[in-house]
T-cell receptor, first 112, second 113 residues
Framework: ETGVTQSPTHLIKTRGQQVTLRCSSQ?????VSWYQQALGQGPQFIFQ???????GRGNFPPRFSGLQFPNYSSELNVNALELDDSALYLC???????????FGEGSWLTVV | GENVEQHPSTLSVQEGDSAVIKCTYS??????FPWYKQELGKRPQLIID?????GEKKDQRIAVTLNKTAKHFSLHITETQPEDSAVYFC????????????FGGGTRVLVKP
């Protein structure tokens, strides 16, 4: 049990819609990152937040955005959904000062 | 940026045999190398990790070796069991980069009873 909780676990959206995914950590790590894992591939880094500021971004367009709150919970927002956005979205915490990085259970997004 | 390559992409072994998965990385500043096991429909689960100040780490049937000079690291699973069947991912990061991991492409391991 990693103590990283994500919601919702599964959702289906229509192309062009917007989606918000949520993540919380019992441990209170001040660094959170989001990953996209398409079917059959390894997770791809989307971005990272540290103390409520974006602190590193992967090769994802601006329609992928995020927030981190004072309690270190986080949101991933994706606008103008495309079919290729269908994937498992993973939240990860830890990593500060070389600490172990743990993933939440993930949110399965299907865009139709 | 960092690039991690993982081989083989699939690996079939007989129960009781050993399995070895190899990864290479490109960024000499990377100093943290975790391995994750992912079962179908589930999240990646950390099974072992190694930092650049050691060359080998072992946890029961699982071991990881690191060669910083050659920029490669390997996962060794001994006495494989059917429950070891899963997809395994290697990853690399700099400790200063927080949670930014660069993953390999994964290895699908099948342990035949």
């Amino acid at each position: 049990e990693t103590g990283v909780t994500q919601s919702p676990t599964h959702l289906i959206k229509t192309r062009g819609q917007q989606v918000t995914l949520r993540c919380s950590s019992q441990s209170g790590h001040n660094t959170v990152s989001w990953y996209q894992q398409a079917l059959g591939q390894g997770p791809q880094f989307i971005f990272q937040y540290y103390r409520e500021e974006e602190n590193g971004r992967g090769n994802f367009p601006p329609r992928f955005s995020g927030l981190q709150f004072p309690n270190y919970s986080s949101e991933l927002n994706v606008n103008a959904l495309e079919l290729d956005d269908s994937a498992l979205y993973l939240c990860a915490t830890g990593g500060e000062s070389g600490n172990t990085i743990y993933f939440g259970e993930g949110s399965w997004l299907t865009v139709v | 940026g960092e690039n991690v390559e993982q081989h083989p992409s699939t690996l079939s072994v007989q129960e009781g045999d050993s399995a070895v998965i190899k990864c290479t990385y490109s960024d000499s500043a990377s100093n943290y190398f975790p391995w994750y096991k992912q079962e179908l429909g589930k999240r990646p689960q950390l099974i072992i990790d190694i930092r650049s100040n050691v060359g080998e780490k072992k946890d029961q049937r699982i071991a990881v070796t690191l060669n910083k000079t050659a920029k490669h690291f390997s996962l060794h699973i001994t006495e494989t069991q059917p429950e070891d069947s899963a997809v395994y991912f290697c990853a690399a990061s700099r400790a200063a980069a927080g949670n930014k991991l660069t993953f390999g492409g994964g290895t699908r391991v099948l342990v035949k009873p």
